[in-house]
Each structure stands twice: as C-alpha cells, then as structure tokens.
C-alpha cells in the first residue's frame, strides 16, 4: 500500500515512521510512504503556497495552483461532474479515478476519522493525504480533487502533518501481514464482534471477546504485586473461559465509564446487557 502525503513541512515526516511497526511494514515492503514538499510546484522567486483569504479575515490560505499541481504530478485527476464530495470511502472518486486510490484533505471541518474508516482505507492500494497549514486549504482543491475531508478529533491543530501521521499510523498497520498475529487487530479496543472472527488462538479456547466496537479491556504483566497492587487473580489461575468472562466485563466496565456513547453502537450479547445493568446499577447505589 502506498501513502503520498502533500505538505510544506515534508521534513516533518523525516524520522517519525522510523519505528516499531511502520518502519518494519516499509522495509518488508509492505508499505511505502512518500512526503512531497508543496514548495516543489511552486513557480515564484519566493515559492509562494499561500495568500490572503477572500473576504478578509485573519491568516493565509494555501493557494489552489500548487496544490493542484502537486496533485496531477502524483496522477490524480480532476473529479468529474458533480463536485461535492462523496458520502464516504466508497464514493471516491465519482468513477473518474482509479478505485483503488482515495484523496483525503485533512481538516478540521472533516468528518471524524475512525477505526471502521481505517479498516476501509486499508483495503485500498493507495492514500494521498493533503496537509493544510495557516487557516486552510482554498476549498476549490477540496471540490476538485478530493473524496473525502477527514478529522482527527474535535481540536484545532497548526496544520495537517500530524493528523496525517495519525492516519498513515492507525490504516496502514491493518494492512494484511503488517501485524504480526493477523486477528490481533480484530481482539483490540473498536475490534470486531465474536461472529465475524474466525481465528482461534493456537487450538486452546480463545481468552478473550472480539471487542464488538467496545473498548479493550485492561493489561496486566509481571510482577503479579506491584506497588501493593496485585494483578487480578483470575489471569493468573489459567482457565480460559474464566479469563474471557472477565475481560468482556471490564470491556463493558471501561466504555460504560469512559465512552459510554459506543454502547448504542456495539455488537452485545444478553449477556453483556445484563452485565452493563449490574454494573449500572452498582454505580447508581454508591452514588
Ligand atoms: N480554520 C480552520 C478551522 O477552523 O477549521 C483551521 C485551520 S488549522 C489551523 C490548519 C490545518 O491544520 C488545517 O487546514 C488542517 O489541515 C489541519 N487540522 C487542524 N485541525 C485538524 C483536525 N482536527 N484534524 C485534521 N486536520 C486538522
């Protein structure tokens, strides 16, 4: 899979994918990342990238010519036709490009990136990424060229690079092969519903749930005391439905305290919904 990011700040992206798995991904060849500096199509003595807003207002806006620029040098066309923006994913493009390829200008205006989004990109060959800076990009490159605005998160940062790291960081490493145990992603917090894994853990009775869009629950390691804390004892003990009961009540404990808007959207057995009215209730009663 091959991510082009589009920036003023290429250098940003020196050292950042220089480690653990994104670095191993790039080496086995499983991924390739390029950053291309924005200046490069540029055609002024100052290589000028941006310009006074329309209308007033405070800041610069990056000018449309470069960034369309370094767009067409990467192969990416003009949308035709209708030019507002598809619903998702799945709409890029609007059949003018190849379907396995999606532009993205990440703006705080987008809609939310998520880990459902992150598996659909991942199933594609290749994501040009278009860093803004200052107040934003000229919103003609947004019609034109892109199929979708993405945001990180309900903040403002200074420019794109990071929230491109982000999603370079959370797609690529859903590519098939990048980790190491093919299910892990599926075991992990926002992870798949029991029904839809098929992988069991080396023959033994899986110890844990498939999130079902629940957050993870928590980790514990040697030693089993630390601090006056013990690790909880039923980890420790070896039985594998046991430890999988537990875990799927902290998963439910966990999103219940710290994102309880995932519930209305998680896959959840009976089970799970009795387990979240205990859990409910005893926090009713101490309160
Ligand atoms: N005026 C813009 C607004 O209020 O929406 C903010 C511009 S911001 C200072 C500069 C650039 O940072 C944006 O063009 C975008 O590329 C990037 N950026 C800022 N916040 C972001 C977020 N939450 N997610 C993704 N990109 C973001």
Known sequence: MRFDIVTIFAGFFAGIFEHGVVRRAMREGLVSIEAHDLRAFTHDRHRTVDDRPFGGGEGMVLKPEPLAEALESLGIRKKAGNRDQGSGIRDRGRGTR??????????????LFTQSMARELAELERVVLICGRYEGVDERINQLYCDMELSIGDYV?????????????AVMRLVPGVLGNEASEEFESFGAPDAEIQADVEGVPRSQHGSGGLLDYPQYTRPA????????????NGDHSEIRRWRREQQLRKTLLNRPELLRRAVLSAEDRTILDSLESGWRGES
């Open 157 to 169: 940062l200074s420019g794109g690079e990071l929230a491109a790291a982000v999603v370079v960081d």
């Open 98 to 111: 190849d379907v396995g390829t999606a532009v993205i200008l990440l703006s705080a205006q987008g809609c």
């Open 225 to 236: 005391e630390f601090a006056g804390l013990h690790a909880p004892e039923v980890l420790l």
